[in-house]
C-alpha cells in the first residue's frame, strides 16, 4: 500500500488480524485516528524521506555530483525540516491527549518519542555528512552548459586540476 492510498482513505486489511489481545484491546480503547496513530504515520513519511535524503547524500562528492542533486538534496532537507515540524506538533499533541490515559497507552507514547528521537538524529548524522561533502567537493558542471569556445582538452585539463584540488582539501582534513 502506498502513501497515496492510504492518504486517499483506500480501504486496508482490517489490522486486528495481525494484533495480540492487548494490542487489540489498546486499538479498541484509542480509536482508529488517534493522536497516537497519526505520530506513528508522521514518524514512517519522516523515516522514508530520511532514506531518500541518504541516497542523495551518499551521491556527493561522486561523478552523480551535480547542481541538480544539490537542489534535490536542499528540497528533501526543507521537505524533512517540515515533517519533523508537523510530527513534533502531533505528538506533544498525542502526550498532552493522553496524560490521564492508562499505563499501556503512555508506554506506547513513550516508544512513539523515542523512536522520533532516533530519527531526529539520524538525520542530524546525515545533514553534518552532507554538509562536510558539500564544502569538501564542487559539483561538476554537465559538459553541455561550458561555453563552446572551450576545447576538449581544456575541459579536461581543467576537471584534472579541480579534482587534485579536491584531494588537496581532503588530505588537509
Known amino acids: 500500500m502506498s502513501f497515496q492510498d492510504l492518504e486517499a482513505g483506500f480501504a486496508r486489511p482490517h489490522p486486528s488480524n495481525y494484533l495480540n489481545s492487548s494490542q487489540q484491546k489498546l486499538r479498541q480503547e484509542i480509536g482508529d485516528t488517534s493522536p497516537s496513530q497519526s505520530v506513528a504515520a508522521g514518524i514512517f513519511k519522516l ?15 561522486t561523478p552523480k555530483d551535480t547542481f541538480e542533486l544539490r537542489d534535490k538534496l536542499h528540497k528533501t532537507r526543507l521537505h524533512i525540516g517540515q515533517l519533523v515540524k508537523e510530527t513534533s506538533a502531533k505528538l506533544r499533541e498525542a502526550s498532552e ?67 587534485e584540488q579536491q584531494n588537496l582539501l581532503v588530505t588537509k582534513r
Open 47 to 61: 523515516r522514508t524521506a530520511l532514506l531518500a535524503f541518504d541516497r542523495l547524500v551518499n551521491s556527493l562528492a
Open 97 to 163: 491527549a493522553d496524560q490521564d490515559a492508562e499505563p499501556l497507552k503512555k508506554i506506547a507514547d513513550a516508544k512513539l518519542a523515542k523512536d522520533f528521537q532516533a530519527a531526529l538524529k539520524d538525520f542530524q548524522k546525515a545533514q553534518r555528512l552532507a554538509a562536510e561533502r558539500e564544502t569538501a567537493y564542487t559539483p561538476s558542471a554537465p559538459k553541455e552548459v561550458l561555453p563552446s569556445s572551450y576545447a576538449a582538452h581544456e575541459v579536461e585539463n581543467n576537471s584534472s586540476k579541480s579534482f
